[in-house]
């Protein structure tokens, strides 16, 4: 019995401990939605981003304006400032598809002001240099800005979320329906193999 009070003893210090850290908060998530058309942008903070999307030429940008959490941390940020998405499979696999952009703006004594959000979707885009991503489909991450209190820990994350897709070219869009007509015969005759026997 003893072994077993005193694991658990440790067991309920250990959280009881873990309650008492401080973590970091995900302040807000902006998710930019490229799988439909035309793009769109949602936000669980909607008090703290400004902006929309508009089409642009052959492309689509959306343009957004975030502020930093009230009240402001104040002891500055860090974040990725730019990203390349590459198309997904069977595409051209060193074709960006879409990019992002984060500018922050600085007072005098370079604290953070707000970040201006910039992502792009078209066709055959010209890179912005830093990171690469490949899109699949799925929600992705593409960046978090960290907002860090002025004894350096972390205060609070706004993530930065994507969602792209490209539809399959026609010959592909064929050739995925011949597989699935296939598909289906081949369990019809199956079936009907088996009722016989």
């Not at 998530?29 to 703290?48: A, K, M, Q, Y």
């Amino acid at each position: 019995m003893l072994k077993t009070s005193s694991a658990l003893v440790g067991v309920l210090s250990a959280l009881a401990l873990s309650f008492l850290q401080p973590s970091a908060a995900v302040a807000g998530t902006i998710f930019f939605n490229d799988s439909n058309d035309p793009p769109f942008v949602t936000t669980d903070i909607p008090l703290r981003v400004s902006g929309g999307c508009a089409p642009v030429g052959g492309t689509n940008v959306c343009t957004i304006t975030l502020l930093p959490p009230s009240p402001p941390p104040g002891g500055g940020t860090s974040f990725q400032q730019t990203l390349n998405i590459l198309e997904m499979a069977p595409g051209n696999l060193n074709t960006i598809s879409d990019t992002l952009t984060i500018n922050p703006t600085l007072d005098a004594n370079f604290n953070v002001l707000s970040f201006t959000l910039v992502f792009t979707s078209g066709d055959n885009l010209s890179s912005v240099g830093g990171n690469i991503m490949r899109e699949d489909g799925t929600v992705q991450t593409a960046s978090s800005i960290n907002w860090f209190s002025p004894t350096g820990s972390i205060a609070a994350s706004d993530v930065i979320r994507f969602q792209s897709t490209d539809s399959p070219e026609p010959a592909t869009a064929l050739l995925m329906l011949a597989g699935f007509g296939l598909s289906g015969i081949s369990v019809i005759r199956r079936r009907t193999a088996s009722r016989r026997a």
